[in-house]
C-alpha cells in the first residue's frame, strides 16, 4: 500500500531551526510536496521537489533523497506565526497526490 | 499566484438537508478541480477528482450519490452534499490545477459544514 510517514507534533523554540522529516512508500513518484496548514484553513504550498537535492525559498528549505524515500522540510529563524501543521504529500504514478497526516509544530518563546 | 476562492466559508444546516459548496478558480482556468474531507487533526482526505465537462471520478468508499460534483466550466465546481447528516460535518476543501501546471494544486480557503 501507499504510506506517508510524519511525526505528528514537534516543538521549538522562536529562532531556532527545526526539521520536520517525511518517509514514504508509494506506487510511482511525480514529485513530492510540503504544505502550511494554519488551525481552520486550508493548506498553502510551501515546496515541490521532484530532483534529488536541497530546494532553498527563504526561510524554508525542502530536501529530497529518492533512493532513501525520505524529504525533510528545514525551517530556519523560527517564528511564532510558523505555528502550524506541515504537510508532505507525494504524488504517485497516477499523478495523485497521498498526503500524510501532517506534523504539528509548536513554537514557544 | 493563482486564487481559488469557496463559498460559503461556513454553514450550518439541519439534518437531511442539503448543502452546495462552490468552489471557483479567479485568474487560471482549472482543468481539474479535486475535492477534500479533512477531520479535526487528521490530514486531507481526497474524495473526488473531476475534469471540466465530464463526470467525477470517486475515491473508494465516497458516495456518489450522497457527494454530487459538478464540474460546469473551467473556472467552477460545486459538491453538493444532499440529505446531510451530523456525520457529514467536517472541513470540505477544493483544489484546482491548471493544464499548464497540473503538479502544483491551489487551494480554496475550505467550507466548514455543521450539521445539527
Known amino acids: 500500500g501507499q504510506n506517508i510517514d510524519q511525526p505528528t507534533e514537534m516543538t521549538a523554540t522562536e529562532g531556532a531551526i527545526v526539521q520536520i522529516n517525511c518517509t514514504y512508500q508509494?506506487?510511482?513518484?511525480?514529485?513530492l510536496f510540503w504544505y502550511q496548514q494554519h488551525a481552520g484553513e486550508a493548506p498553502t504550498f510551501l515546496s515541490y521537489?521532484?530532483l534529488d537535492g536541497l530546494e532553498e525559498k527563504g526561510r524554508f528549505s525542502s530536501f529530497l533523497s529518492r533512493s532513501k524515500g525520505y524529504s525533510y522540510l528545514l525551517l530556519k529563524e523560527l517564528q511564532m506565526k510558523d505555528s502550524a501543521s506541515y504537510l508532505c504529500?507525494?504524488?504517485?504514478?497516477?499523478?495523485?497526490?497521498?498526503w500524510g497526516a501532517g506534523t504539528k509544530l509548536i513554537i514557544k518563546p | 499566484g493563482a486564487v481559488v476562492s469557496q463559498h460559503p466559508s461556513r454553514v450550518i444546516c439541519k439534518s437531511g438537508t442539503s448543502v452546495k459548496i462552490e468552489c471557483r478558480s479567479l485568474d487560471f482556468q482549472a482543468t481539474t478541480m479535486f475535492w477534500y474531507r479533512q477531520f479535526p487533526k487528521q490530514s486531507l482526505m481526497l474524495m473526488a477528482t473531476?475534469?471540466?465537462?465530464?463526470?467525477?471520478?470517486?475515491e473508494q468508499g465516497v458516495e456518489k450519490d450522497k457527494f454530487l460534483i459538478n464540474h460546469a466550466s473551467l473556472t467552477l465546481s460545486t459538491l453538493t452534499v444532499t440529505s446531510a447528516h451530523p456525520e457529514d460535518s467536517s472541513f470540505y476543501i477544493c483544489s484546482a490545477a491548471s493544464g499548464d501546471s497540473s503538479y502544483e494544486q491551489y487551494f480554496g480557503p475550505g467550507t466548514r459544514l455543521t450539521v445539527t
Open positions: 473531476s475534469n471540466e465537462g465530464s463526470k467525477a471520478t470517486y
Open positions: 521537489n521532484v
Open positions: 508509494t506506487s510511482g513518484f511525480n514529485g
Open positions: 504529500a507525494v504524488m504517485d504514478s497516477n499523478y495523485q497526490l497521498i
